[in-house]
């Protein structure tokens, strides 16, 4: 919701900085550096580090003379680099004060960052803006009159939407009104609070209901219809079949990937059950706007799946602010790596390896509130293993949102 204070400041850093490098194969594609620049993330602590993360790794492995498939851990440890790993041109405004559930006096606590946490917030970012800014409007305001100062480039937004609560609608409104002063836009829908609102009685199954879905979907399709901006769109398989049931998944006619539309999904169905293991999943669908006869039904046209296995081993997690915190990750991730040029498959290789070491190495503080991983070099270089290893295991099946629809109960 500090996404104007956040963009505000952003202007300023825009004007001082201005960091591209040279990006060569990956994994298995060639990296376009074209949309390289400065990015705006309005968000919380999670998201920030995320984006940094994988932004670092995509030039770690971008500079590696040997072929990725025979890169090995010694190759990376051997360069010459700095003590830490360098900031990435992100711009970060925290919309989220972390804090936990009422104390006995109906107080709420905050959380006290870790120094390592403070640490790697000054390593990774060019630009940390204040949080004091209140509705994510106010925030968009600010920014657009800050922005107008800037001609030569847009910057890159990544933020959250609470999908289907009223303040996503208002973040939904301030974005269709200032979409275009943005070159990328990388959307997290987030339905966090419609889940913990079923908390007392979710069986795992439908998240919305058709009639939400359809409203929801429609003002997403209002959102990305007509945007000049590339885009990239990050949700759970949930609120994704709930949208292909209600026949509102947006059709964005290019901005979700050209002549596919490509949506990054959180978590996974297998056997007909809703699970989340780490996996990454990108839904391919590529719609004939030509034919009225279910060419734009994403239910019948030509659809592609392509699932990305978690390169860690499993962990079960039952702490919801930790879930949380590990798909945020995973979405800021792979808005960076859309937004900078990275092909799809391979930015759902990075954001699923980012993802992998927020559960491996993500802990608790005292308030059982998320410490994210520290950003130093040993969890870069962890990544980028983490990524090869992804790039070599994914796994494609036409017509597996078709699939996944009807097991998990939708007619």
Known sequence: MAMVAMVAITTALFLLVRCASAFAPPLRTTISNKNKGSMIVVGNINDALAAAMALCVQDVLSTTITPPQEMHKELLKERQRSPVPPAQPIAFFHTQTPSVDQDSDGQSQ?????????????????????????????????????????????????????????????????????????????????????????????????????????????????????????????????????????????????????????????????????????????LEYQFNYNDPFGGCDPLLCPSVGSIVPSPSPSQSQSNLSHKEANNDAYAAAYSAMIGSGADFLEAVCIATSVKAIFRELGRSDGNELFCPPPYTWKVIDKIAEYSLKAGENVRQEDGLSRKMYKEFGYR
């Open 110 to 282: 905050q959380q006290m960052l870790s120094s390592e946490t403070i640490s790697s917030l000054q390593n990774s970012l060019l630009f940390l803006g204040p949080s004091s800014i209140d509705g994510f409007e106010q925030v968009v305001a600010n920014a657009l009159q800050l922005l107008s100062r800037i001609s030569d480039e847009d910057p890159m937004l990544h933020t959250s939407i609470d999908f289907g609560c009223a303040e996503g609608s208002e973040t939904m409104h301030s974005l269709s009104m200032t979409r275009d002063r943005f070159s990328f836009l990388g959307l997290n829908l987030k339905t966090t609070t419609l889940s913990r609102n079923k908390s007392d009685n979710d069986d795992g199954r439908f998240l919305m209901s058709r009639e939400s879905a359809g409203e929801w979907g429609n003002r997403l399709h209002t959102l990305l219809d007509g945007s000049h901006a590339s885009a990239a769109v990050t949700m759970d398989i949930r609120t994704h079949l709930a949208l292909l049931q209600a026949n509102s998944l947006p059709r964005s006619r290019g901005v979700l990937g050209g002549e596919t539309d490509r949506w990054a999904i959180t978590d996974n169905i297998q056997d007909g059950m809703h699970v989340d293991n780490g996996d990454g999943l990108l």
